[in-house]
């Protein structure tokens, strides 16, 4: 989905590049033609999906062995870095054999992440 959107946008600047005449309105039209299509394809929307996975596959295991760091909707977000690095970085988790993630889960991981980092800088 992210590499689909990075295309869109690429596309979209070119055009508006190539069709502008020394006048900074195609920019502001950029920004909001990914507003719509950020909107459509609930890019935003990605909290849901990111506690569903972390209460299921990580959860599991931090109510018993780390109970500090037990994921709810409302301290999900200051632990976005740490899970980052934990999962993407350092590949330490989801710790065992027996929790995996799918690709698809690992992408709605990262999508949110994304919008964390995003949503915090104001952009």
Known sequence: MM????????GISIALLANSTNTYEPIRESSEWTEVYVSRNGIKESKP???QILNNKCNVCHRKRNKRRVFTTENMN???NDIYTQVFV???MPKGKKIKLTSKEYQDLLTWISSTKTSTNGI
């Open 78 to 80: 200051t632990w976005a």
């Open 90 to 92: 350092k590949k330490r």
């Open 49 to 51: 999906e990111a506690f």
């Open 3 to 10: 590499v689909t959107l990075v295309k869109f946008l690429i």
